[in-house]
């Protein structure tokens, strides 16, 4: 086989392989890897192929290089890294949002019975001002005017805390 002809083969076949390597690994770069490989392999065959089943011998070569890959001890490195680093994320996430939660509450216990009755039920309880002004026997107005009252004073509580529902001061 000369240059002229893998040239050939390789626009021919390129984006059926890339394909079948991409579905095995679901990596692009890896996938482009191994295509390369098949072709450089291939053009190093002592025995010519038959070309009536050049492309199943391809698509063969390519999906036993995929899953040799994938047997492999880099993969399994990769995957036990990954693996580890979404673990240790998570933790980390949960110990943020765990601190988070804990300045939060402590700061909606300083606050005042009637600004923080409204924060637990608005915010906590997900109730709406018009049943928290049923529950509570409050005109619906009384109760926005100390929503915003609760979050100024939230806000002036935790300055370095940035809790997406103290940015909006409208109801």
Do not use: C
């Not at 005042?112 to 924060?119: L, W």
């Amino acid at each position: 086989m000369n240059e002229e002809q893998l040239d050939l083969l390789m626009k021919q076949h390129s984006g059926r392989l890339l394909r079948v390597a991409y579905y095995y690994t679901k990596n692009l770069h890896t996938a482009e890897d191994i295509v390369q490989d098949v072709f450089i392999k291939y053009y190093h065959l002592r025995q010519p192929i038959d070309p009536s089943i050049t492309e199943r011998y391809l698509i063969k070569m390519t999906a036993n290089k995929a899953k040799d890959y994938l047997k492999s001890w880099h993969y399994q490195r990769l995957v036990f890294q990954e693996k580890w680093h979404s673990l240790k994320n998570q933790q980390q996430d949960a110990l943020v949002i765990h601190d988070e939660e804990q300045l939060i509450s402590t700061a909606v216990l300083r606050l005042p019975m009637k600004e923080r009755e409204i924060i637990a039920y608005y915010y906590l309880e997900g109730l709406t001002l018009k049943a928290i002004s049923e529950l509570i026997q409050i005109n619906e107005n009384t109760l926005k005017s100390r929503l915003v009252k609760a979050r100024k004073l939230l806000k002036a509580q935790l300055p370095e805390v940035e809790w997406e529902v103290l940015k909006d001061d409208t109801l």
